[in-house]
T-cell receptor, first 115, second 110 residues
Framework: KAGVTQTPRYLIKTRGQQVTLSCSPI?????VSWYQQTPGQGLQFLFE???????NKGNFPGRFSGRQFSNSRSEMNVSTLELGDSALYLC??????????????FGSGTQLSVL | AQRVTQPEKLLSVFKGAPVELKCNYS??????LFWYVQYSRQRLQLLLR??SRESIKGFTADLNKGETSFHLKKPFAQEEDSAMYYC????????????FGGGTRLMVKP
C-alpha cells in the first residue's frame, strides 16, 4: 500500500498570505489528523477528521482550518499567515475503531516557511 | 488538560549498554500511552503502545499509573536504535488527538 502522501513537500509564503496543504491517506483509512511540529513547541495536534466531519480540534486560532472529502483526502488551510506559522505540518491517517488505541501512519510532512 | 514530559532531550549510550528513555504524564483519567520513533530521514512511526504489551525491536514499556510514567527500556542498545523518540498520550474518547512529549534523541555510540 502507498503511504500517506502530503503535498507540497516545501512551501514558502509571505506574511498575510494564505496556504492550503493536502494529505492523501492510506487507502481504506478514514481518519486523518494534522499536527504542527516546531523546534520550540514540538508536536501539537491541530485537528482530526473522520468521515468528512471534524472530530477533535486542538488549541489553535481560527486561522487554521481543515476539511475532508468523501474519498478521505484532507486539506488544511492557514489564512493570514504569521511568521510563527513556520513549521513542519504532518498528516497522519488511521483506520478508526472506536475505543482502541489507533496506530497512526504519518506522512513526510509539508515544510512551510513564512517570510 | 493532559501533559507529557520527556525530561531528557538527549541520551547518549554505548552499544550494548541498557537504555531507558523516561516519559511522565499528567492526566486525570485512564490514558493510552504510545512511543513513536523517527529514524534519520524516515517518517514518524509507531514503536509500541501500552495496550498491546508488546516488545518491538527489543524495546518494552510498562505503564506505571502510580508514578504516572511510561518509560521505554531496552537491555542492550544497538547503533540502529539511534533516533528521535516521542512519548504520546491519548485521552479517553479523544479519537486520534495525541499529546506528545518534547522528544528524546537517543545516540548509540559504537
Amino acid at each position: 500500500k502507498a503511504g500517506v502522501t502530503q503535498t507540497p513537500r516545501y512551501l514558502i509564503k509571505t506574511r498575510g498570505q494564505q496556504v492550503t496543504l493536502s494529505c492523501s491517506p492510506i487507502s481504506g483509512h478514514r481518519s486523518v489528523s494534522w499536527y504542527q511540529q516546531t523546534p520550540g513547541q514540538g508536536l501539537q495536534f491541530l485537528f482530526e477528521y473522520f468521515s468528512e466531519t471534524q472530530r477533535n480540534k486542538g488549541n489553535f486560532p481560527g486561522r487554521f482550518s481543515g476539511r475532508q472529502f468523501s474519498n478521505s483526502r484532507s486539506e488544511m488551510n492557514v489564512s493570514t499567515l504569521e511568521l510563527g506559522d513556520s513549521a513542519l505540518y504532518l498528516c497522519a491517517s488511521s483506520l478508526f475503531r472506536q475505543g482502541q488505541g489507533e496506530k497512526l501512519f504519518f506522512g513526510s510532512g509539508t515544510q512551510l516557511s513564512v517570510l | 488538560a493532559q501533559r507529557v514530559t520527556q525530561p531528557e532531550k538527549l541520551l547518549s549510550v554505548f552499544k550494548g549498554a541498557p537504555v531507558e528513555l523516561k516519559c511522565n504524564y499528567s492526566y486525570s483519567g485512564s490514558p493510552e500511552l504510545f512511543w513513536y520513533v523517527q529514524y534519520s530521514r524516515q517518517r514518524l512511526q509507531l514503536l509500541l503502545r501500552h495496550i498491546s504489551r508488546e516488545s518491538i525491536k527489543g524495546f518494552t514499556a510498562d505503564l506505571n499509573k502510580g508514578e504516572t510514567s511510561f518509560h521505554l527500556k531496552k537491555p542492550f542498545a544497538q547503533e540502529e536504535d539511534s533516533a528521535m523518540y516521542y512519548c504520546a498520550l491519548r485521552a479517553r474518547n479523544a479519537g486520534n488527538m495525541l499529546t506528545f512529549g518534547g522528544g528524546t534523541r537517543l545516540m548509540v555510540k559504537p
